[in-house]
């Protein structure tokens, strides 16, 4: 049985076990959110705390709460968890910290996090080292601090794995309407993606912001996303850790290319989740999605009056995604006619000021930027702290378009400072989005026309942790080629003086290859363009080892890099790229998580900075794409069939001309099969 969070996020009824600051603070803050429901609070001296007049233990309350903080030390915590389960609570927020966060320190903060769990029962817990939450809607809260919500009908959910972070949203002044923030600890029993889940049944909930520091049950993210795109909720997340190496040391190319950033990019694409950068536009996205939801164009029109603006706006887009249309015909004409001749029409548009104050002319002037393929319409202004009387005219105006138009339309301060709360108020009063700060503006903008659809099929889990050893070139590419994928002609030499005998038997020019060594260019390993009478030669010159005589592949238009990595936070990375010996200085590759349609594997390669030369440049012929995308989803069968051993593959290069595509060199990491 799942626990109910509703009914802890939602309470009738609230009790907090123990006193201090954080007691009084508890019970403040709910009277300044005119909670209604019944405050109890549990305390061995029976203390009057603010008013409230404790109980000395939990048997003495009227009636099971809702929701409970429990303030006491980490011990007490498991042992007040467990009472408050059996009397049928409807859930609690574990203050104390030294859990599982401070196993590295204490070991025992693991097995106490588990007696936390397992005390628990069906009965749902945030935490523990969590501040608990807010719900604006309904005036509810278990918080210990200061916070900066206020009442509000309807809003965004913000959910933090850091309790500090959630402060500090709470805070902002951007005019966000914020219904929920919930701190969620270490997530004991209850992980941020089933609360997520659970306030996407609140109508109120227009969207959910999530900052994330680890996904955890990846099965639970996808069933999030597939109940967020039903419900019509959009979701994005600030994930920390793109300055993070690879969660496991490997061998290849793929393993410093696909880190763990790479395959948290990968989950949060193949989940619809838009991923921001930083707090600011965090907050801003999640403006522009309460107010209009996703875009439907990644289009925008800039209406300013400064040239210098206008140039602002334009460089700031650059390299977002987000395009500014040339003026069409009907545009140019509507223009022409509010404007006159002096003005040079364009967009980014420089209105001039001929029109100011007269809020009918700056309507007439404004209203053809906002037309049917524009995603939003951007009105920049940057209202004085000293007094904005006369820019009043510039807030009635865009209310006027936003009315007439039925389109998005957004007030841009380019400086964040320069959006007074109160004009915030009154533009989202009249569905025009306030937005502080043009860096933000763009990027938050580029999110929502570009949120990504949710991939209905399930994700290929990790599984179990394993040591994957190097299975040799030859082995690797044998068990490949049963699935599919092309490898050159090839035979396995144990001795020199068997070479030349050997490569008679092949077609020149030969590659030569020492088996075992995992970069094999850099440690003299490989040698090209022999013949039967030079690989002899050509070998005293290498490393000793078991050597691998193939075919030379010719005619290549260019080298690709497929790798799959075994990442366990987000299952398996598969990785296509510029390959060759200079793939990590051309760091071109895409990551998407097995299993990756066919359509989405093309979609990556036409991504690629290299892909001119696959689809034939100056003149060249094209690399048969069919045969690249064989390959790739050869590799990806191979990783199915095998999830349970495989490590890591990496086909560096797959060699693809204008007949097929070929895997010269093939790296493969498996554990042992058991029995």
Same mark, same amino acid.
């Given at each position: ?203 109120? %909930? ?37 300055? =993070? ?97 002096? %003005? ?14 007269? %809020? ?185 080892? %078991?050597?691998?005589?193939? =075919? ?6 260019? =080298? ?116």
């Amino acid at each position: 049985m799942k626990p109910d969070l509703l009914r802890l996020l939602r309470p009738k009824s609230i009790a907090i076990i123990g006193g201090g600051a954080w007691c009084a603070q508890i019970i403040l803050q709910s009277r300044r959110m005119n909670y209604t429901g019944r405050i109890d609070v549990v305390h061995p001296r029976g203390a009057v705390i603010e008013g409230v007049q404790s109980v000395t233990e939990l048997a003495r309350l009227p009636s099971p709460p809702d929701a409970v903080f429990i303030g006491v030390n980490r011990v007490a915590t498991v042992d007040a968890v467990r009472s408050l389960s059996a009397m049928g609570a409807g859930g609690a927020v574990c203050f104390a910290s030294g859990f599982s966060e401070s196993a590295a320190e204490d070991e025992t903060g693991t097995d106490l996090q588990a007696a936390l769990v397992a005390a628990a029962g069906d009965m749902p817990v945030l935490g523990p080292n969590c501040y608990g939450f807010i719900n604006a809607l309904d005036g509810a809260l278990l918080w210990p601090d200061q916070h900066g919500c206020v009442a509000v009908e309807r809003g965004v959910a913000i959910l933090t794995q850091s309790s500090n972070i959630a402060i500090n949203l709470s805070m902002q002044q951007r005019g966000l309407p914020i219904a929920y923030v919930v701190a969620c600890g270490n997530m004991a029993q209850t992980s941020q993606a089933r609360i997520a889940a659970e306030l996407l049944d609140d109508p109120r %909930v227009t969207a959910i912001g999530m900052h994330i520091e680890g996904f955890g049950d990846l099965s639970e993210w996808h069933a999030l996303a597939l109940k967020a795109r039903a419900k019509g909720v959009p979701l994005i997340a600030l994930k920390v850790g793109r300055s =993070e190496q690879a969660q496991q040391a490997a061998v290849s190319h793929t393993a410093s290319l696909a880190g763990s950033d790479a395959g948290a990019q990968a989950l949060l694409e193949r989940l619809g989740i838009g991923r921001v950068d930083d707090l600011p536009t965090f907050i801003e996205a999640l403006k522009l999605l309460h107010m209009v939801g996703t875009l439907d164009a990644p289009t925008l029109s800039s209406i300013s009056c400064s040239g210098g603006e206008a140039s602002l706006i334009a460089d700031t887009a650059e390299g977002s995604g987000m395009v500014f249309p040339e003026l069409t015909d009907p545009q140019r004409g509507a223009l022409g006619a509010a404007l006159g001749p002096i %003005v040079a029409l364009g967009n980014p548009l420089d209105y001039h000021t001929y029109v100011w104050r007269d %809020v009918e002319r700056m309507t007439a002037a404004w209203l053809p930027m906002a037309a049917e393929h524009i995603g939003l319409t951007m009105i920049i202004v940057d209202y004085p702290h000293t007094d904005a009387t006369d820019w009043v005219c510039a807030t009635q105006a865009a209310l006027a378009v936003r009315a007439q138009s039925g389109r998005p339309v957004a007030v841009v301060a380019t400086l964040p400072e320069l959006m007074p709360a109160d004009v915030a108020q009154e533009l989202m009063a009249g569905g025009v989005i306030p937005m502080s700060g043009l860096t933000e503006a763009i990027a938050a903008a580029a999110v929502a026309a570009k949120l990504p659809n949710v991939q209905v099929e399930s994700l290929l889990l990790p599984g179990a942790d394993r040591e994957g050893e190097l299975v040799n070139e030859a082995a690797a590419k044998a068990a490949l080629s049963r699935v599919g994928l092309v490898v050159p002609k090839r035979v396995e030499v144990e001795g020199i003086a068997q070479l030349g005998a050997v490569a008679r038997t092949l077609e020149g020019p030969l590659v030569l290859k020492v088996m075992g060594l995992a970069h094999k260019s850099e440690e003299g390993g490989v040698r090209l363009g022999l013949t039967a009478d030079t690989v002899e030669e050509a070998a005293r010159d290498m490393p000793e080892g %078991v050597y691998l005589l193939e =075919e030379m592949i010719h005619g290549a238009v260019a =080298e690709l890099l497929v790798g799959v990595l075994r990442d366990p936070a987000h299952g398996f990375v598969l990785t296509i790229g510029a390959g060759g010996v200079l793939t990590e200085l051309w760091q071109d590759t895409v990551s998407l998580l097995v299993p990756a349609a066919e359509s989405a594997v093309e979609r990556a390669l036409r991504s690629l900075r290299i892909w001119p030369l696959v689809d034939g440049y100056r003149g060249k012929p094209a690399a048969d794409l069919t045969s690249i995308i064989d390959a790739v989803m050869a590799v990806q069968a191979y990783v199915i069939a095998n999830a349970d051993t495989v490590s890591e593959i990496e086909i560096n290069p797959l060699m693809c001309t204008p007949d097929g595509a070929v895997a010269v060199d093939a790296l493969l990491r498996e554990a042992k099969r058991r029995g």
